[in-house]
Every structure is written in C-alpha cells, then in structure tokens.
T-cell receptor, first 114, second 113 residues
Framework: AQTVTQSQPEMSVQEAETVTLSCTYD???????LFWYKQPPSRQMILVIRQEAYKQQNATENRFSVNFQKAAKSFSLKISDSQLGDAAMYFC???????????FGTGTRLKVLA | DTGVSQNPRHKITKRGQNVTFRCDPI?????LYWYRQTLGQGPEFLTYFQNEAQLEKSRLLSDRFSAERPKGSFSTLEIQRTEQGDSAMYLCASSSRTNSPLHFGNGTRLTVT
C-alpha cells in the first residue's frame, strides 16, 4: 500500500527566512511521482512543485525546492525567502504508474511571522 | 484555461436528505477525480473517471455515494440519505495525463445538520 506521512502539523517561519517541511512516503513501485500542494485559507489547492522518482536532480521552482532522498523515501520542501503569502496548508502527495490514485499526507500548516 | 469549477460552494442539508454536487473540469482534461477533505486532514480519494468511465472507486465509499460523468465532460457526485459524518469539503480535480499534476476546484463544503 502506498502511504504519505507528514509529521509536522504546524511550522512557523520568520518573513525572509528559510523553512523546510518534511514528508516521507512508502511505495513498492519503482515508477512514482511526488508533489507538494499549497492550500491557502478558503482557497483552492494549487501545485507548488513536482518530482519524478526517476530523476536524480532535485526539482526547483523559484523560491521552492525539494530535497528528494530516494533511499530514505524522503521528499522535503524548502521555502527560501519566506513571504507572508506563503502562509497556507502544505500537502505532500504521491502517485504511481500502477494506480490512478494520488495519496495525500495530512498536511503541515505554515505560519509566516512578520 | 478557465480552471476547475465546482457548484455549489456551500450546501447545508438536513440528515436524511439527498444532495448532488457538480464539477466542470478543465475542458481538455479527460481525467477527473473526486476527493473528500475533513478538517485537519489531507484529501481522501473517492473516485476517478477517465472520460466517461469510472475506473476506480474507493472501498471507503458507501453505497450512498454515486458519481457520474456522462459524455466525459462534467461530473456529478450524489450522496443519498446524508449523515452527519458526511460533513466535509468535497474536492474535484482534473488532469490531462497519467501522473500529471491535479488541478483542483474550490470545493463544495457540505454541512449536514
């Protein structure tokens, strides 16, 4: 069975600082895809970043980057130069080629302090 | 790209009533998903359509839940004989290819009193 675990229910970061959100996953498949989604309060969920398991290079999108440790089954999100608009729930998700499901973690609430 | 549209945004119903939600995916997306999200939890998979075919349904979904996607365009999710435990946010998402990112709608928040 495929599982995604986020062990940090809540994190805080000072504006302009860097924060790392943790995610671990478990799958027996070799071909899988990992995602980080952001869900601002009362707003729709949007994609932050995506990582294909077969790629060794960590994905980056502007201030957002991942640390993908395949052997450890770890997929953490680093947010640099944090901004007030980064405050949201962040969900880690995974899917494999053998299923249609995208499995989500329980989320991490990120607070950005001015 | 007009985004995924869900209606209504909010629905309050009394226990035992039937409710129906609608989802309009991004027009060129043939894959459509329904998820349920309760407070403090991540989205939980309910069902998946590829075009008009319902290819996967969660075992957690009771017989009171049914979803359709006639003609492979919009989709409806119906809950019959609602229970208080059905209170949640119901999210619809669509995608264009297998393993590509999901595009979510704003969700329908259901409150069963």
């Amino acid at each position: 069975a495929q599982t995604v675990t986020q062990s940090q229910p809540e994190m805080s970061v000072q504006e302009a600082e860097t924060v790392t959100l943790s995610c671990t996953y478990d799958t027996s498949e070799s071909d899988y895809y990992l995602f980080w989604y952001k869900q601002p309060p009362s707003r729709q969920m949007i994609l932050v970043i995506r990582q294909e398991a077969y790629k060794q290079q960590n994905a980056t999108e502007n201030r957002f980057s991942v640390n993908f440790q395949k052997a450890a089954k770890s997929f953490s999100l680093k947010i640099s130069d944090s901004q007030l608009g980064d405050a949201a729930m962040y969900f880690c998700a995974a899917t494999t080629s053998g299923t249609y499901k995208y499995i989500f973690g329980t989320g991490t609430r990120l607070k950005v302090l001015a | 790209d007009t985004g995924v549209s869900q209606n209504p945004r909010h629905k309050i119903t009394k226990r035992g009533q039937n409710v129906t939600f609608r989802c309009d995916p991004i027009s060129e997306h043939n894959r459509l998903y329904w998820y349920r999200q309760t407070l403090g939890q991540g989205p939980e998979f309910l069902t998946y359509f590829q075009n008009e075919a319902q290819l996967e349904k969660s075992r957690l979904l009771s017989d009171r839940f049914s979803a359709e996607r006639p003609k492979g365009s919009f989709s409806t999710l119906e809950i019959q004989r609602t229970e208080q435990g059905d209170s949640a946010m119901y999210l619809c998402a669509s995608s264009s290819r297998t393993n590509s990112p999901l595009h979510f709608g704003n969700g329908t928040r259901l409150t069963v009193t």
